[in-house]
């Protein structure tokens, strides 16, 4: 899969499509949910019966952001590395990442069309049913289909519901908000996960009988509740099972600092510091609580423990 980074006004065509033509899957996809998964295998079915390359074009960073509509968006469920990898999985040919600039945000529908789609050789598009382009979002699905005629084909993919609500990236960050670690490992198909690196925490987790490995987020995702949960990921790489704490260790923080992650890895003794590591959290164990003492929260984590252990069935 390649990708490929532009920027409007276009300045030049990238070289690989002097000799192809596109089926291009438009959004900015982040979670990469079961709705998106639709718009893009649908963009990769018909390039295959065309005779086209199959080609993603996303944003970055998030349109909300930089046209100043809510902070929640700064962070993401998919940062541009993970996302780009589930890309690649669903069989993508091409990644074009266009920057959205306050340039890019004040052309019209029609110049979307014909200064991007048309000199990139788009010769289908597929879009989501709610999908919105051009000045304050004044372009829909229905528009483009009909900006396109009669060169560019458009396929509109209507929504998809669980739970008689509608599969979105709004969704899931809500699911992860709520502990709701289940349905939104649902949403996704897959286990919501992130990436950090292993840092030295306060070593505290040693002392009691549970080593903790802290987690430095290395990229604004989104965070699930304040809790514990039930994991698995790699580290070093070697896989682990364990049970996560999220939250501001209230057993011993007095005041509040900012939330940290930190988790017990089972029969995992590698010195692992300095480490890239991939969390999925599968289960929502328990809200985050404050003991009145280290006896009470040791005999908790063990509990803790015993649940993961079941889950995953370690005996």
Known sequence: MEMI????????IPEVLRDHSLSIAIGHFDGVHRG???????????????GLLSAVMTFNPHPKEVLGQGERYFNSLTPFESKAS??????????????FDKTFAAISPQQFVDEVLRPLRARQIVVGFDFMFGFKGQGNAEMMRSLGAPDIDVEIIEPLFENGIKVSSTYVREALEQGGIELAANLLSRPYE???I???????G???????????ISDRYVAPRLGVFAVSGEVAGKPFYGVLNHGMKPTFNKEEIRPVMEVHLFDFNQDIYGESITVRFHDFIRPEQRFGSVQELIAQIGQDSDKVKQRFNLG
């Open 5 to 12: 980074s532009l920027k409007y006004p276009l300045t030049e």
């Open 198 to 204: 292993v840092v030295h925490g306060d070593g505290r």
């Open 194 to 196: 992130l990436k950090g």
């Open 206 to 216: 040693r002392t009691i009988g549970f080593p903790t490995a802290n987690l430095e």
């Open 86 to 99: 589930l890309f690649e999985e669903l069989g993508v040919d091409l990644v074009f990442v266009l920057e």
């Open 36 to 50: 998106h998964q639709n718009v893009i295998k649908k963009a990769v079915t018909l390039a295959k019966s065309k």
